[in-house]
């Protein structure tokens, strides 16, 4: 089957929630705004360590894998290195083995039809060579090892296909171990201290996101290399099962990981997190982990999303679907969209960075949660 644009987007979409459409007049402005940006933020690497790039014309092209010159030119606006993207399944599906062969197959092609765009990133130098390039870096990674279980020969075949980063669990229970919404809160299987032996022997990045606290404190005490939570908050701030508690994030720090935080609605009570709902979280990182453990991993798309009666339906429907499959986190819901509004722009990564100077962050301290934490994991668990 052809890999298609609106295969790989559809896969992006159900990371980033219901995604919409950004306006010409709105690419335009940011356009105008990227040559405002200061030097620091342009000289920077900027990564999200769970996210992914669309197309706001993507579905005029519903056959090509090429970007249209408008989503070309809102990934080059946004001064993104390097996204980590989700190839997997998740959830236990009964196909997620099958699904996420496909899935890298989409992006392989995707990368192959935008070579003056995209570039795979396998190793830290090729994110760094992206940048010199003015390219942007996408590194293969799955949310889950349900499509594993026993068959750890699995995790040679996806690291050979590119694969650098392998979260343990989803929000529920496979073999490895529990995730985040089982009530049980069992902990790590045999097969999960086993399967982490293997990611590590593979030099794949282990990525215990989504995991139960039991799970998470027993993975990262089984973990000889560097780790990491790519997309949580502070449970400390909210006590949501999706965000993880004080001792896990340290823990993780204390291994040389590196925890991102999301910019999602498990931020706060009502589920409509603010950019400074979001630097507060990233604060109490800090304190906790220290500043060369934070990152962020947004758990979202590029493109700004409107709220209109498409993407209304689409983000139900989205939310119908996961709460059926039990999947679905507390805070989650109809009508709460997986996003930071104030944020919601392609200029978000530029404008959180002129957030956090006016919260009078350090510049150093400002690059290294941009992406400069993540790439010296990246070259840690990679090399390069």
Not at 48 to 57: C, E, Q, S, T, Y
Request: aromatic share 4%.
């Amino acid at each position: 089957m052809q890999a298609t644009r609106r295969a790989v987007l559809a896969g992006a979409a159900g990371l980033a929630g219901a995604a919409g459409l950004a306006s010409a007049a709105g690419l335009a402005a940011s356009g105008a705004l990227a040559r405002t940006v200061p030097d620091r933020y342009a000289r920077a690497i900027v990564i999200d360590g769970l996210g992914a790039p669309d197309d706001p014309d993507g579905d005029k092209y519903p056959d090509s894998n090429v970007f249209s010159p408008r989503g070309a030119a809102q990934i080059r606006a946004s001064g993104t290195t390097a996204w980590q993207i989700t190839v997997s399944e998740v959830g236990n599906a009964p196909a997620g083995w099958d699904t996420t062969l496909a899935q890298i197959a989409l992006w392989d092609a995707t990368i192959d039809a935008n070579p003056s765009l995209l570039v795979r990133a396998r190793t830290a130098a090729d994110i760094r060579a992206a940048k010199a390039s003015g390219r942007a870096a996408l590194i293969f990674g799955t949310q889950d090892t349900a499509m594993v279980g026993p068959t750890l020969d699995r995790l040679d075949v996806l690291a050979g296909l590119g694969v650098r980063v392998v979260q343990l669990t989803y929000n529920l229970r496979n073999l490895s171990g529990d995730g985040a919404l089982e009530p049980a809160n069992a902990g790590l299987s045999k097969l999960g201290r086993a399967t982490i032996a293997r990611i590590e022997k593979n030099r794949q990045l282990l990525d215990l996101s989504h995991g139960g606290a039991r799970t998470i404190a027993e993975a990262l005490a089984a973990a000889t290399r560097p780790p990491t939570i790519s997309h949580t908050g502070c449970r400390a701030l909210h006590d949501n099962p999706r965000n993880a508690a004080d001792a896990s994030l340290k823990a993780c720090a204390d291994k040389g990981g590196v925890v991102g935080i999301y910019w999602m609605p498990f931020l706060v009570p009502n589920g409509r997190p603010s950019t400074a709902d979001l630097i507060r979280h990233m604060a109490h990182a800090v304190d906790v982990c220290g500043e060369d453990h934070v990152g962020i991993g947004t758990d979202g798309g590029l493109g700004a999303m409107i709220l209109d009666d498409r993407t209304r339906a689409a983000q139900k429907k989205f939310f119908d679907d996961r709460s059926a499959k039990g999947i679905a986190a507390p805070g989650e819901g109809p009508d709460i969209f997986n996003m930071v509004a104030e944020l919601n722009s392609p200029l978000r990564f530029r404008m959180l960075s002129d957030a956090l100077e006016r919260a009078r962050w350090p510049g150093a301290r400002i690059d290294k949660v941009l992406g400069g934490n993540l790439l010296r994991l990246y070259g840690d668990a990679w090399g390069g």
